[in-house]
């Protein structure tokens, strides 16, 4: 079934509502969960990361990455948010924290995340997961859209609401990478080590499924 709501359009799998696949599970000891707060969607996640039982705090300095157990890089503008780098070793602190503990990044988080396929060079990205992107390759803003497509975070494959806006396209994988969400047969959730990243907006579904699964397996495994 497919409903329409303003620009958005909506589709829905014969299975129903998707379900939060960790529910049950444990929640590990409240954390403190970074939001990369330089520019973008990261109010949302705040209440996502709150609503789990977590502690969400701003980070705008590289500093106050040695405050947090882990690190929520949102969706927004990845250039701008390169640019708004410039000032800090940012990379180099970002890659000494993905050594220790998660990351999950969304959209833009996900550009800065793989290696970025737009003609522009390697290095301009973090190329923390081993998966190639394309910028905005499902659209403008106008044609941003929900569909429902699959997850399978290690309890069973299941449908989940993925909402792309003015999204990545996920166009590689390498071999140490594993696909842990799919649109239509395309990579949408891949996870390599500690990266969790997605080309889809977990925030704005109002199911925390994704969060959760970043919060209770990645970081518990990740922390030790």
Known sequence: MTSTTSNITISHASGG???RVAADRRVPTRLKVGLLAL?????????MVRGLGHAPTDVRTVAELDRIDALIMPGGES?????????????GALRRFASQRPIFGTCAGLILLGHLQNGQPRETTLGLIDCDVTRNAYGRQYQSFRQVGEINLGFGARPLEMVLIRAPRITRVGKDVTVLGTLDRE??????????????HPELSGDD????????EMTERVSG
């Open 17 to 19: 509502s998707p379900m």
């Open 39 to 47: 520019q973008g969607d990261f109010e949302l996640h705040r209440n």
């Open 79 to 91: 250039t701008t948010m390169r640019k708004l780098m410039a000032g800090e070793d940012w990379f």
């Open 187 to 200: 990579p949408t959730l891949v996870r390599q080590g500690s990266i969790l990243a997605g080309t889809f």
């Open 209 to 216: 499924t994704v969060h959760r699964y970043f919060l209770t």
